[in-house]
């Protein structure tokens, strides 16, 4: 689709004048007339969803750091003055706070988006794995944001994850004084945090932009998963503008009315209590937990007895999703016409939840209250730690084993010419084509 | 798949699977606690809003019983006077001009320098002051206080899970320990409190007493706190005003978040039917 002509034509002097210079208005004209596969369903509004996201994010941001100190002494009490005392501040703080949760609610459909479709394939890898630093900056981002209203959790919760560097052998201690600023957690660290917080967001705007030449490139995929040659582009697409910009509108608009449930009626549901309690070196809390979209990798963390292992392991659940596009060996892209991988889907989407629920409970609390059950190893069979590295294991499996395996022996059902083939015949019958086509309109 | 209500059953179900995976924590770390008890909030809900009446009673108890030990140092007296406040004075040209608050301030003391000497001085406050604390430091309220610091209430509806209910709750919740807790002196048994009772306790292992020690005595008894509006004069009413005023002190503009939540929400709403509807028209004899 980079081949997609451009049909921008100045209408005034200036606007000739300009074009000549710097075509900025030829580049928005063009993005805007982009042709987009016709088929795109709502699991694909998500980018545009996420766009809101980061730019709530870095507006929100902004503002609230007009008005926040990076002071152990008072970053704290600059908050709540945040709450209190700027006009407007509850509103703005609310949402920079509860729009971390719904980045990640969105990037996370985001990415299972991509793997029910095969989105990271030839000849999109790059895309992918743009996408997977994305990831990979967001949850840095994200931990540095939770650290700096420097509550009982944003404390501890540095502690604990800077804690994990110092577990690298050799080069880990050092490394550790270095991020820190100093031996252990404090203004140094707070001040740097801010620091990267602040810059962060704008690397990651870099890279959407990246990620987002890389797909106009490439093209985009669709539930079909079939590549629209160049000869059926007028057939099997649709410019961006109005088709895609009204139905993201739609999704946009349906994501801001939970976002905006969260912000307006239950603002603190998302986060943890102990984190209105103003930071205190002296005192640990009974139960250090991250947010939730970090709790599938606390949990893989976790599920590693050896705590250099666990540091690996949790690094590694990220950095597999790199090489994801080598790893499987299918010819087929979405896997609607993959019914065997489509099972081992599910269950990964339900593993991905069940870790998220084992990381935000004790190790060594049984599962199943009251089931007897006998010491296996170093723990309780019927605890989280056995569940935690039940899911591990399935969680490296579904990359390392299944999408190898399956790739290579599954067999697909048969996947449509192109794209328009099913949505003009409406997949099964002739009739049910007929009778869909008139329901839609 | 291609449908907006399969997309939104589909958000709606991450969406409960969050926030049961972020409520969870917040139990556990209420460890062995009772849960606490409902205190009947007027705030309660989207559309609840804070009895003002209740907030001003709640402001005495915190003011005659509560601020001898617990600081609120987030807050300002000019805070009380702003709308939704405990004195919010509709007739006041603005929060610090109001009276009422004017009034309260003058009734306590805070620190501050002579403007002439450079001295020491104990002054009345204005709605500009914030709270005093009641102790120089937290080591000097440790000391006073058998070891542990009474907490600063400023936020602390919002710091335990479930906050307003909470501290209703622990303030009527003391009882005799149970037989076989062993208890120090100094400590109190309190059901809502968080902790683990498990090795204090010489009785039935599988029977451990929920709860934990507290180091606050019982603060309230009934008559203690004058009302002038013929409120009854009990714990319980003390504790749910108390509480009420606690959470409106840890967040002054939730109602008014609240309010504008059902506006936003009514805006998206139109906004949504009317991008639907050009969305259908956009797309309309569009195959795909």
């Not at chain 2, 409190?193 to 029977?207: E, I, K, L, V």
């Not at chain 2, 509006?229 to 840890?250: C, H, N, P």
Request: charged share 15%.
């Amino acid at each position: 689709m980079s081949d997609h002509e451009s049909t921008y034509v100045p209408k005034t002097g200036i606007e000739r004048w300009l074009d000549s210079r710097l075509p900025i208005v030829r580049f928005g004209a063009d993005y805007m007339s982009l042709p987009t596969p016709r088929n795109l369903n709502y699991w694909w509004t998500f980018g545009a969803i996420l766009m809101v996201c980061l730019i709530t994010q870095i507006v929100t941001g902004v503002v609230l750091a007009m008005h926040y100190t990076p002071n152990v002494a008072m970053a704290f009490d600059s908050v709540e003055r945040i709450m209190r005392d700027v006009p407007g501040g509850w509103l703005i703080r609310y949402v920079h706070a509860n729009g971390a949760s719904m980045f990640f609610i969105a990037v996370y459909i985001h990415m299972l988006r991509g793997l029910y479709y095969g989105s990271y394939k030839a000849p999109r890898e790059i895309i992918w794995i743009l996408g997977c630093l994305i990831f990979f900056l967001m949850i840095a981002t994200a931990f540095l944001g939770y650290v700096l209203p420097w509550g009982q959790m944003s404390f501890w919760g540095a502690e604990v994850i800077t804690n994990l560097i110092g577990a690298i052998p050799m080069v880990g201690e050092p490394i550790l004084i270095w991020l820190r600023g100093g031996p252990a957690i404090d203004n140094a660290t707070l001040n740097r945090f801010f620091s990267l917080h602040y810059l962060l967001p704008f690397v990651i705007l870099g890279v959407v932009v990246l990620h987002l030449w890389a797909l106009h490139t490439a093209g985009q995929n669709n539930p079909v998963g079939v590549l629209i040659p160049k000869e059926r582009t007028a057939k099997d697409t649709l410019p961006f503008h109005p088709y895609y910009t009204v139905k993201d509108g739609v999704a946009i608009i349906l994501f801001m009315m939970m976002f905006a449930f969260f912000v307006f009626f239950m603002p603190n549901a998302l986060g943890h209590a102990d984190n209105y309690i103003p930071a205190n070196p002296l005192q640990t809390p009974a139960h250090i937990v991250p947010e939730w979209y970090m709790l599938p990798f606390y949990a893989i963390l976790r599920a590693i007895p050896d705590k250099f292992g666990g540091v690996v392991a949790m690094f590694a659940a990220i950095g597999i999703l790199f090489v994801l596009p080598w790893l499987d060996t299918s010819k087929v892209r979405s896997m609607r016409y993959r019914p065997t991988m489509k099972i081992f889907f599910v269950i990964f989407v339900l593993v991905g939840m069940g870790l998220g629920w084992c990381g935000a409970q004790l190790p060594d609390a049984p599962v199943v209250p009251g089931m007897a059950s006998f010491v296996l190893l170093d723990g309780e069979l019927n605890s989280y730690l056995w569940l935690t590295r039940l899911f591990t294991a399935y969680y490296f499996a579904f990359f390392l084993f299944i999408m190898p395996i399956v790739g290579l022996r599954e067999t697909p059902l048969p996947v449509p010419a192109s794209v328009s083939e099913p949505v003009l015949s409406g997949g099964a019958t002739p009739a049910a084509a007929v009778a869909q086509a008139e329901k839609k309109g | 798949m291609d449908r907006p209500m399969n997309l939104f059953k589909t958000v709606a179900a991450v969406l409960i699977a969050a926030v049961a995976i972020t409520a969870t924590p917040a139990m556990a770390a209420g460890g062995g606690a009772k849960h606490p008890r409902s205190g009947g909030f007027s705030f309660e809900g989207p559309f609840g809003r804070f009895d003002q009446g209740q907030l001003q009673r709640g402001y005495k108890v915190y003011r005659e019983v509560c601020a001898s030990c617990h600081g609120m140092n987030l807050l300002s007296f000019r805070t009380l006077g702003e709308r939704g406040g405990p004195f919010w004075d509709p007739h006041a040209e603005n929060a610090a001009a109001n009276r009422y608050v004017r009034a309260l301030a003058a009734e306590v003391q805070v620190a501050d320098i002579d403007t002439e000497t450079g001295e020491a001085i104990m002054r009345p406050a204005t709605p500009a002051d914030r709270f005093p604390n009641p102790y120089p430091n937290a080591t000097a309220g440790a000391a006073a206080n058998g070891g542990a610091f009474p907490p600063d209430l400023s936020v602390m509806a919002k710091a335990r899970h479930d906050g307003a209910n909470y501290i209703y709750s622990l303030l009527t919740g003391y009882v005799p320990a149970p037989a076989g807790l062993q208890i120090n002196p100094g400590q109190y048994y309190n059901p809502y409190m968080a902790g683990d009772m498990t090795p204090f306790w010489t009785g039935d292992p599988s029977h451990v007493p929920p709860g934990g020690f507290i180091a606050m005595p019982p603060p309230l008894a009934d008559g203690q706190v004058t009302y002038d509006d013929g409120t009854a004069q009990t714990v319980d009413q003390y504790s749910k005003d108390v509480a009420a005023f606690i959470a409106w002190a840890s967040e002054p503009h939730q109602v008014q978040r609240k309010q504008a939540g059902v506006g936003v929400m009514i805006f998206l709403l139109l906004f949504l039917g009317l991008t639907y509807a050009s969305y259908r028209r956009i797309w309309k004899g569009v195959a795909h």
